[in-house]
């Protein structure tokens, strides 16, 4: 069923904590590439530092597309300080080298594609 989806269990994870200030959580869905060589304190902080200024009130995750083998579009409601918008976002499976891999396939895990929570968003009017 849809909330046993893979990616919908994973964006619930990911949408939760930043709802929850929950910033370790958050950090785990840094695209590798912004890691680097961060501790997990920093990366929390680094995540905090990114999306506590967007104040994810309420969400419900509306649908999931695989649009390629190693990415996934995710679309919500949310309400962010106040406003009701709709949220979009990708999610993108990295290898343990920081290749895009195959889900299944290879070793890895799923990250948000972007870190910009300012880009997810499409005010409604």
């Given at each position: 069923g849809f909330t046993t989806n893979e990616i919908v269990?994973?964006?619930t994870e990911f949408l939760d904590a930043w709802q929850?200030?929950?910033w370790g959580i958050v950090a785990k869905f840094t695209p590798p590439a912004l890691l680097g060589s961060k501790t997990d304190g920093q990366?929390?902080?680094f995540a905090r530092d990114v999306f506590e200024q967007h104040e994810l009130q309420q969400w419900e995750i509306a649908s999931v597309t695989y649009d390629r083998a190693s990415t996934a579009a995710i679309q919500a409601r949310a309400t962010v300080a106040g406003v009701e918008t709709s949220l979009r976002f990708r999610m993108v499976f990295w290898t343990v080298d920081?290749?895009?891999g195959i889900p299944g396939e290879d070793n890895g895990s799923w990250t948000v594609a972007v870190w910009a929570p300012h880009t997810y968003?499409?005010?409604v009017t």
């Open positions: 269990k994973l964006a929850h200030g929950r990366a929390a902080r920081g290749n895009v968003f499409d005010e």
